[in-house]
């Protein structure tokens, strides 16, 4: 799933939700993880509505990380978040009922995923 978020001034904030099934062996369920990245301008509250409409679609696992300008070509990072702005984002994604978060600025959708899929 791929959702487009409008920000002010017309400037539209592209965010990826990746919504993956995987069906574990031991566990024989399907997980849904959603992958949020920020750094390009968003308001902490739009990083919890995003959080509240992966929820919505029953997303179980999420990986929060740190936007990194790969090359000159892309949009280059509006802001960096702190170790513990990452730990207040983990705590928001676990309080509305994710089974299992990983928050920090390397984070990414792959990161742990194994782990991920068995915990929740």
């Known amino acids: 799933m791929e959702v487009l978020y409008a920000r ?17 062996p031991e566990a024989r369920t399907v997980r849904e993880f959603g992958t949020m990245t920020q750094g390009l301008g968003e308001s902490w509250q739009e990083l919890l509505e995003v959080m509240d409409d ?6 179980d696992v999420l990986t929060i990380g740190q936007y990194l300008r790969p090359s000159k070509d892309h949009l280059p990072v509006e802001r960096f978040y702190t170790s513990g702005e990452f730990l207040r984002l983990k705590d928001a994604g676990l309080a509305r009922g994710f089974g299992h978060v990983e928050s920090g600025p390397l984070v990414r959708s792959s990161y742990h995923a194994h782990e991920q899929a068995l915990l929740t």
Do not use: Q
């Open 54 to 59: 992966l929820r919505a679609v029953r997303c």
């Open 8 to 24: 002010g001034a017309g400037v539209e904030v592209h965010k990826k939700t990746v919504m993956a099934c995987v069906l574990t």
